[in-house]
Nanobody
Framework: VQLQASGGGLVQAGGSLRLSCAASGRTFSSYALGWFRQAPGKEREFVAT????????YYADSVKGRFTISRDNAKNTVYLQMNSLKPEDTAVYYC???????????????WGQGTLVTVSS
């Protein structure tokens, strides 16, 4: 599975962005998909994940209620809708694919290249 993330950019605090991650491969619909982020000088951290069917999602406490993960298996794409953005959301955001919807990055063998989100105060 190859992943290509897009949609990052510069936004003011309180604004919104939608990230997309397009995947190649015929088995896309069988994978759980996750979003992680890494801020400068910090470790990569879990943001959200969605099971293969889209029926179950998990979020980090820091984004719960503000971010929504979704997927369109017909388009081989996973989305991250980010609302009420805060400066502390500034990071490079990565999409990842794995067999199980887990919060640990080691559970995802496939990673996209990352897209930068910058939230100004």
């Amino acid at each position: 599975v190859q992943l290509q993330a897009s949609g990052g950019g510069l936004v003011q605090a309180g604004g919104s962005l939608r990230l997309s991650c397009a995947a190649s491969g015929r088995t896309f619909s069988s994978y759980a998909l996750g979003w992680f982020r890494q801020a400068p000088g910090k470790e990569r951290e879990f943001v959200a994940t969605i099971v293969w069917s889209g029926g179950t999602t998990y979020y980090a406490d820091s984004v719960k209620g503000r971010f929504t993960i979704s997927r369109d298996n017909a388009k081989n794409t996973v989305y991250l809708q980010m609302n009420s953005l805060k400066p502390e959301d500034t990071a490079v955001y990565y999409c990842a694919a794995g067999r199980i919807a887990t919060m640990g990055p080691n559970g995802y063998p496939y990673w996209g290249q990352g897209t930068l989100v910058t939230v100004s105060s």
